[in-house]
Structure formats: structure tokens, C-alpha cells
């Protein structure tokens, strides 16, 4: 079957703008994950929803990064007013209730 | 709070060659422990898992032991070929409370022919 789907895979911003990521997760998976992954580092976990709640967002860095997933399925994440240390590969991971996270191929971040 | 230690890299190894990977935990509580894979290009991917203290989880010809007196879950394979070459993650994760995984920062490995 489909695995998670983000899009888009590559985004360029120039500093100040805002930008939007896409997650379509594993149908009928409850669980949701946004991961930030660093050059050269592990992924490190931003937020996470269960069905349309945002059960953990304390992952974010900041106020200007925030996530959504209203009808509980499909998720975005928002970044506003992007900075050049918000460059990274953002990883969207699904799960049904089990401790097994499936991820998506992840959306390249470029911030000039 | 929980943490991942996994060897720097890059490991350089010849075909056929006998790897191992190491990576030890911290956690509160019972963790469950993965090792996922990235293949140049290419997203994460779900390589093996063990839910239980001595559980080996296996896939592909690796193979990882859950050792919870050493708090290790060290990566293994008897032989090595060049399609392995890829950067690979240990993780630990709760099913319960906090379920974010927490990664390690990844070991690449390069096999040459």
C-alpha cells in the first residue's frame, strides 16, 4: 500500500517568508510525527498529533513554527518569517498504536 | 531524559567484511529499540526492532540484540555488500506517554568493492 507522502520534496524560501509542508500519512494511522533532521544529524522530534490532537508540540523551536492536522488525517506544518537556521530535511512520520513510526521521504528546506 | 549514543563514522569497510555498529541508551522505563536506514536519496526506512529486553530483532541479514544490562543495541551483519553503503539510526521510543522516538546522530557506512 502507499506509504507517508510529503510534499513538496524541495523548497527554496528566502529569509522572511513563509513557507507550508505537507504530510499524508499512512491511511487509517492515528499517530502523526514532524521530525527536523539537521545536516549530518539524527532527526529530532518536533511535534505530534494523535487523530486531529495535538497532544506533544514541545519539540518546536520557536512561536514561529506551527503544525496542524484538522480532520486528522493529512498534516501541515507552518513556518513563519523562515530564518537561515530553519534549513533542514523536515520529516513526517505515521504510526497506528504501536511503537513502530513509518517515515516519509521528507521535505529539503533551503532558507537564502 | 531519554538519549541515543551510536559510533561516529564514517565506517569503511570491504565487501564481505563483518560489521558492527554500536549504540547504547538511556531511557526511564521500558523502551522499545530500532535501527532505521538511509539510503542516499532516499527517506528513513525501518530496519529492525526489539520491544523486550533480549529480543533480536533481524531483517536483511542485520541483526541487533536488546541487551538491557549494557543499555546496548548493537547493529551486526556477517557480510557486508556494497548495497549497504547508507547512513544508519538507532532509536528508542516509548508506547506510552512521550511517543516521540528519540535518534542517535548516525553512523555512515561505505563498503567498497
Known amino acids: 500500500g502507499a506509504g507517508v507522502s510529503q510534499s513538496p520534496r524541495y523548497k527554496v524560501a528566502k529569509r522572511g517568508q513563509d513557507v507550508a509542508l505537507r504530510c499524508d500519512p499512512i491511511?487509517?494511522?492515528?499517530?502523526l510525527f514532524w521530525y527536523q533532521q539537521a545536516l549530518g544529524q539524527g532527526p529530532e522530534f518536533l511535534t505530534y498529533?494523535?487523530?486531529?490532537?495535538?497532544?506533544?508540540k514541545s519539540g518546536l523551536p520557536s512561536d514561529r513554527f506551527f503544525a496542524e492536522r484538522p480532520e486528522g488525517s493529512v498534516s501541515t506544518l507552518k513556518i513563519q518569517r523562515t530564518q537561515q537556521e530553519d534549513s533542514a530535511v523536515y520529516l513526517c512520520?505515521?504510526?497506528?498504536?504501536?511503537?513502530?513510526?513509518?517515515f516519509g521521504p521528507g521535505t529539503r528546506l533551503t532558507v537564502l | 531524559g531519554n538519549s541515543v549514543t551510536q559510533m561516529e563514522g564514517p565506517v569503511t569497510l570491504s565487501e564481505e567484511a563483518f560489521l558492527t555498529i554500536n549504540c547504547t541508551y538511556t531511557a526511564t522505563g521500558y523502551p522499545s529499540l530500532f535501527w532505521y536506514v538511509q539510503y542516499p536519496g532516499e527517506g528513513l526506512q525501518l530496519l529492525l526492532k526489539a520491544t523486550k529486553a533480549d529480543d533480536k530483532g533481524s531483517n536483511k541479514g542485520f541483526e541487533a540484540t536488546y541487551r538491557k544490562e549494557t543499555t546496548s543495541f548493537h547493529l551486526e551483519k556477517g557480510s557486508v555488500q556494497v548495497s549497504d553503503s547508507a547512513v544508519y539510526f538507532c532509536a528508542l521510543g516509548m508506547d506510552t506517554g512521550r511517543r516521540a522516538l528519540t535518534f542517535g546522530s548516525g553512523t555512515r557506512l561505505q563498503v567498497q568493492p
Open positions: 512520520a505515521s504510526s497506528s498504536n504501536t511503537d513502530t513510526q513509518y
Open positions: 498529533f494523535q487523530n486531529e490532537a495535538q497532544l506533544d
Open positions: 491511511s487509517g494511522h492515528v499517530s
